[in-house]
Structures are given as structure tokens and as C-alpha cells.
């Protein structure tokens, strides 16, 4: 699963998070929820993006999204410019409604794909609100939807099986499994930016007495490792902006990001 992976880079395809101002919420209730869901549909329809999945927290949202007519950046801020008014109309207020710029991550193979999907799909698990096949704004139901237009479903069981029933049984198993990605998180700490970010490389790199095309070796792992997941838990750095700053590749800064055992 997928049948055989294919690389999507051509494709543009995103995992993007946006997020309240200040960490708010800013989908309040279920009619908050239900408009956001809308405008996206809205937009979707004047064909900017294709749309493989969504989820709708208190505070924030998940999409996975391929380019269409429009650039990652305009079809985001239509999307939060239309949502925005109307938040601000109904809770009589002004200033910002999303935090900063949006944060994204680009999706390079079906397999990825579809593991992105999943995660954003368990996000109501994660955050202890039940089921994911019971939580109501995501875009898991739309799959379980024939009629659906709003996701890519047959598209995506295209990827599972050349049978559409077997790829959607396919696609039901694969949500039940545990998922060992990582992906765009909430961050909670204090993030530093990206002068800061070298600097903590540099400062690590002095400590550890390495340089950085070091990091590349197979017997510095433990190193690449140890930073990686420090430059994670210390910024909003996606994995391939770390792999910039490191001059990885960004399969290695995946698998150093699965292991998770930053030093204290």
C-alpha cells in the first residue's frame, strides 16, 4: 500500500497546518466548523486545488491539498482572508484570525500521501476525542461518501488497488494501523527562528567537535540524529527546511525524526 509509490513532486502536493493567533480557537462551534469546511469547498470549486484530506480542530486545521490553477500561498490566503470576515463579523472583533504564515510540508510519493492523510485523519485520537471514524469535521466521512466531490477519494483508492471496493477496504484497514510518520505538529514551547536555528547548529556542532558534512557519515548517526530532533522540538522548521540547513536529504531527516530521542 500504495500498489507501487510514485514520486508526486511534479504534482505539488502539500500537508498544510493553519493555525489561531496566539494559539486560540478560532472554530468555536460546530457552525465555525461547518463554514470553514465550506469556504474550502467554495474555493475548490473555482478548480485552484484538489483537496485529499481535512480536519477541523478548536484551534486549528489540516489540509492535504495538490496545486491547481493557483499557487500553495493564494489558495491558503483566499481560504483564510474568506474564513477570517466572517469570524471577525460574528464575534465582533479585529486583528488577526490565523497565526503568522501558514506552515507546510511538501508530499513527495503516494506512500507519503497516504500516511499524511491518515495522520491528519487521527488527529481527534490523538487529542482524546474519540474516534476518528466518529469525529464529524474531517474528511474521513467523504471517503466513506459515493457521492462525495469535495476529496479525491477515487483517486486515492486508485493508489490502494485497481478495484475501487478493494481500495476502499484497503484504505479503512490502513486507518485502523498505527502510523510511525511524523508530521506538521502543534508547538507548544517557545519557537526560535531561523538565525537562531544556525546558531543552535553551530553551538552543537562546536560541542560534538564535528563539521557539518559529517553528519552525512554513516558512524555520526547517532549525532544526526540527536540534532535533528533538537532543531524539532526547538523550532517550526518542516523536515525538508531542516534538510536545507543541514544539507541532508530529506529521506535521512525523516528516518532521524522517527527515532525521537532528543538529548535534555
Not at 567537535?209 to 555520526?220: V, Y
Not at 540547513?245 to 535534555?264: I, T
Request: net charge positive; glycine share 4%; with cysteine.
Amino acid at each position: 500500500m500504495p500498489r507501487q509509490a510514485r514520486i508526486l513532486n511534479e504534482k505539488n502536493v502539500y500537508h498544510v497546518m493553519l493555525r489561531g493567533n496566539n494559539r486560540e480557537k478560532i472554530f468555536i462551534d460546530n457552525e465555525d466548523k461547518q463554514r470553514i469546511i465550506e469556504t474550502i469547498r467554495l474555493k475548490k470549486k473555482d478548480r485552484e486545488f484538489f483537496l485529499y484530506a481535512y480536519c477541523v480542530m478548536d484551534n486549528h486545521i489540516h489540509l492535504v491539498i495538490r496545486e491547481g490553477e493557483d499557487s500553495l500561498s493564494r489558495i491558503v490566503k483566499r481560504i483564510g482572508v474568506s474564513y477570517a470576515y466572517y469570524f471577525n463579523k460574528k464575534y465582533n472583533r479585529i486583528g488577526h484570525v490565523f497565526q503568522g504564515r501558514f506552515k507546510s510540508e511538501n508530499i513527495e510519493d503516494d506512500k507519503y500521501l497516504l500516511c499524511a492523510i491518515r495522520y491528519v485523519h487521527r488527529n481527534p485520537v490523538k487529542a482524546g476525542l474519540g474516534s476518528f471514524d466518529e469525529y464529524p469535521w474531517s474528511s474521513y466521512k467523504e471517503f466513506m461518501d459515493k457521492k462525495t466531490d469535495l476529496v479525491e477519494s477515487n483517486e486515492i483508492f486508485g493508489m490502494i488497488s485497481n478495484n475501487k471496493v478493494d481500495g476502499l477496504k484497503e484504505f479503512v484497514q490502513f486507518h485502523q494501523e498505527s502510523c510511525n510518520e511524523t508530521f506538521l505538529e502543534l508547538v507548544d514551547e517557545k519557537e526560535i527562528d531561523a538565525t537562531n536555528v544556525q546558531q543552535l547548529i553551530a553551538e552543537f556542532l562546536q560541542k560534538n567537535k564535528i563539521e557539518k558534512p559529517q553528519l552525512k557519515s554513516a558512524q555520526n548517526k547517532k549525532f544526526r540524529e540527536e540534532l535533528i530532533n533538537l532543531i524539532i522540538k526547538k523550532s517550526n522548521l518542516s523536515l525538508r527546511g531542516i534538510a536545507e540547513e543541514l544539507g541532508l536529504n530529506r529521506e535521512m531527516v525523516r528516518k532521524a525524526a522517527l527515532s525521537k530521542e532528543p538529548s535534555p
